[in-house]
């Protein structure tokens, strides 16, 4: 196998409050049960009103720093995957490379919805391979709180705000690595799940809408069906999967997609219980908690997978 880049060290951050369903039952038409049996979600971190997506960012950021052992001036490539930006512009990531005060290089986000970090993670592979970077740090951060309507039971129980953070290195040749990515998207299925607002063109706060069971669908049959084509490009099997890390959406998701591809779900890694639905920094922060835990080694074959909004979606193969 050829590895272009690898993972160096990861990161992850979530904000302090802590919202249960218990404590949404309150509020909304809805309970623990309906919610956990649905889902899988049993609470969701919400961003202050101090806090901004850039702060999770720069948190997550620095946490994957220093798990990865290299100087903060090392790293020539800022790439943050977000749907919920600080401002139209400039960009969170050249905030983030600010704050960490990164002279060098160049930064910039990418926008594709709950698929962010998969895109990234890509893209910033694409730049180490190509000798544009050397190190890059990858950061999927996202307040969907803000553009959630609290009142609408359908949207407001499923998401919560987090980031997580990985540096990929080109420095070494390492027997590990990123082996390949499948991006896709398809504009004809762009009013599943949307904002009905943004700022920049209409000048109009939005919210979150979704047609719940068309998304359910689409996530199972065009996920399982990116990763079945990664594994035979690359000639791999099923069995050769140590563990599958998809975007914490939904655990009905999951576990039927673990189904159709017959993988055992107890090679699903899920935090989804924890954090809700975090869009693009829900892998980085599942993987962050695998290592903190010493779930996933180094030498394991992990797929990384996601769907999002566009629609969007794709897999990562890498080796650990």
């Given at each position: 196998m050829h590895f272009s880049s690898y993972i160096l060290g990861c990161g992850g951050y979530v904000p302090k409050k802590i919202v249960t369903n218990k404590e949404l039952s309150k509020k909304l038409d809805?309970?623990?049960?309906?919610?956990?049996?649905?889902?899988?979600?049993?609470?969701?971190?919400?961003?202050?009103?101090k806090e901004l997506n850039s702060d999770l960012g720069f948190e997550a950021a620095k946490r994957a720093i220093k798990n990865s052992k290299i100087n903060t001036s090392d790293i020539d490539l800022v790439i943050v995957a977000t749907s919920t930006p600080d401002h139209t512009f400039p960009s969170t990531a050249a905030k983030i490379q600010g704050k960490l005060d990164i002279k060098k290089g160049f930064a910039f986000d990418v926008q594709a919805a709950c698929s962010g970090f998969i895109y990234a993670i890509s893209i910033a592979d694409n730049f180490l391979l190509n000798n544009q970077a050397s190190n890059a740090l990858v950061i999927g951060s996202e307040?969907?709180?803000?553009?959630?309507?609290?009142?609408?039971?359908?949207?407001?129980?499923?998401?919560?705000?987090?980031?997580?953070?990985v540096v990929l290195s080109?420095?070494?040749?390492?027997?590990?690595?990123?082996?390949s990515t499948e991006l896709y998207s398809d504009g004809r299925f762009y009013d599943l799940l949307y904002v009905n607002g943004g700022v920049a063109s209409n000048q109009k706060a939005g919210y979150i809408k979704m047609k719940g069971k068309e998304v359910f669908?689409?996530?199972?049959?065009?996920?399982v069906s990116s990763i079945e084509f990664n594994l035979k490009k690359n000639k791999l099997k099923k069995d050769d999967?140590?563990?599958?890390?998809?975007?914490?959406?939904?655990?009905?998701?999951?576990?039927?997609?673990?189904?159709?591809?017959?993988?055992?779900?107890?090679?699903?890694?899920?935090?989804?219980?924890?954090?809700?639905?975090?869009?693009?920094?829900?892998?980085?922060?599942?993987?962050?908690?695998?290592?903190?835990?010493?779930?996933?080694?180094?030498?394991?074959?992990?797929?990384?997978?996601?769907?999002?909004?566009?629609?969007?979606?794709?897999?990562?193969?890498?080796?650990?």
């Open positions: 809805t309970s623990d049960e309906w919610i956990r049996t649905r889902t899988g979600i049993k609470q969701r971190h919400i961003a202050s009103k307040i969907f709180s803000r553009i959630l309507d609290w009142n609408d039971r359908s949207t407001s129980v499923l998401f919560g705000d987090g980031a997580g953070a080109n420095k070494k040749k390492m027997n590990s690595g990123i082996i669908k689409h996530a199972v049959k065009k996920v999967i140590d563990w599958i890390i998809p975007h914490q959406a939904n655990k009905r998701i999951m576990d039927m997609c673990a189904v159709q591809l017959g993988i055992p779900k107890n090679k699903v890694l899920v935090t989804v219980d924890q954090y809700a639905n975090t869009s693009s920094a829900s892998i980085p922060l599942t993987l962050d908690y695998a290592l903190s835990n010493k779930i996933v080694k180094r030498g394991q074959i992990i797929v990384l997978e996601a769907i999002g909004g566009g629609l969007t979606w794709g897999c990562s193969i890498l080796k650990y």
